[in-house]
């Protein structure tokens, strides 16, 4: 019984923490009672491009990798404390015309340069708003 209580117990933090659970473990009723839904990272295509991507925010740079997650939550790469934002609010994918954003369902949306979008090609200058927190994307 203490077993079972601990399996229980496992399963619950995780999710808590935005890690993705087993596919066994996954039920329509926990899928849909998430705070946020689950992600998915998509592996793009690989570019012979030379070039790195940032995100610039008020207190620096940040070097986007692929499958980089923005949000509140303890799983993400930028961690904000903005409570206007997400556990994981929104992904950032390398594809072979550059980087893609992705709003993962989020609350309260996200916005490319003023206009809010479920994705988005960027740019480079892009500003990002995600809650009250802007970034800006670039390119060197």
Same mark, same amino acid.
């Given at each position: 019984?203490?077993?079972?209580?601990?399996?229980?117990?496992?399963?619950?933090?995780?999710?808590?923490?935005?890690?993705?659970?087993?596919?066994?473990?996954?039920?329509?009723?926990?899928?849909?009672?998430?705070?946020?839904?689950?992600?998915?990272?998509?592996?793009?295509?690989?570019?012979?491009?030379?070039?790195?991507?940032?995100?610039?925010?008020?207190?620096?740079?940040?070097?986007?990798?692929?499958?980089?997650?923005?949000?509140?939550?303890?799983?993400?790469? $930028?961690?904000?404390?903005? !409570?206007?934002? =997400?556990?994981?609010?929104?992904?950032?994918?390398? &594809?072979?015309? +550059?980087?893609? @954003?992705?709003?993962n369902l989020s609350?309260?949306?996200? $916005?490319?340069?003023?206009? !809010?979008?479920? =994705?988005?090609?960027?740019?480079?200058?892009?500003? &990002?708003?995600? +809650?009250?927190? @802007?970034?800006?994307?670039?390119?060197?």
């Amino acid at each position: 019984m203490i077993e079972s209580f601990k399996t229980w117990l496992q399963t619950r933090v995780e999710k808590f923490r935005g890690k993705p659970l087993e596919k066994a473990e996954v039920s329509k009723s926990v899928h849909d009672a998430a705070p946020t839904k689950r992600y998915k990272i998509v592996k793009g295509t690989e570019d012979d491009s030379t070039l790195e991507s940032y995100l610039i925010t008020d207190s620096g740079e940040v070097l986007l990798q692929p499958g980089f997650l923005v949000g509140r939550g303890m799983s993400c790469h $930028l961690k904000l404390t903005d !409570p206007g934002t =997400s556990r994981v609010h929104a992904s950032f994918n390398r &594809i072979r015309e +550059g980087w893609i @954003l992705k709003d993962n369902l989020s609350k309260n949306g996200t $916005l490319v340069n003023g206009e !809010p979008v479920q =994705s988005a090609l960027l740019r480079p200058g892009d500003q &990002i708003q995600i +809650g009250q927190t @802007l970034l800006v994307y670039e390119e060197r």
